[in-house]
């Protein structure tokens, strides 16, 4: 059964920081290209963050040099730190399994808010 739990969302002043978690199970973080994703108020999905099965990582340009996407094979986790934090980055965040060019699993979402 394949489940995908993200945590670690919260209320924070612009500048701060948080740390996202997302704990997989039924299956291996590591043979899957894993998103974070995001969706503001009113606006469209938007792809934060990626971790691929081959350690490759790539960020939307917003998120760039404030962001880390991480992987603990070992915990079955994937992390999105996230510093610098600015009230544009307030949304729902997502974690989400890419199974051949489908995006099939997805987490309940943790809500981030930046004050501003």
């Known amino acids: 059964h394949v489940q995908l739990v993200a945590s670690g969302g919260g209320l924070v002043q612009p500048g701060g920081s948080l740390r996202l978690s997302c704990v997989a199970s039924?299956?291996?973080?590591?043979?899957?290209?894993m998103y974070w994703v995001r969706q503001a108020p009113g606006k469209a999905l938007e792809l934060v963050s990626v971790?691929?099965?081959?350690?490759?990582?790539n960020y939307t340009d917003s998120a760039k040099g404030r962001f880390t996407i991480s992987r603990d094979n070992a915990k079955n986790t994937v992390y999105l730190q996230m510093n610098s934090l600015k009230p544009e980055d307030t949304a729902v965040y997502y974690c989400?399994?890419?199974?051949?060019?489908?995006?099939?699993?997805w987490g309940k979402g943790t809500q981030v808010t930046v004050l501003g």
């Open positions: 971790y691929s099965a081959r350690q490759w990582t």
């Open positions: 039924g299956f291996a973080v590591s043979k899957f290209w």
């Open positions: 989400v399994r890419l199974n051949a060019n489908a995006m099939d699993y």
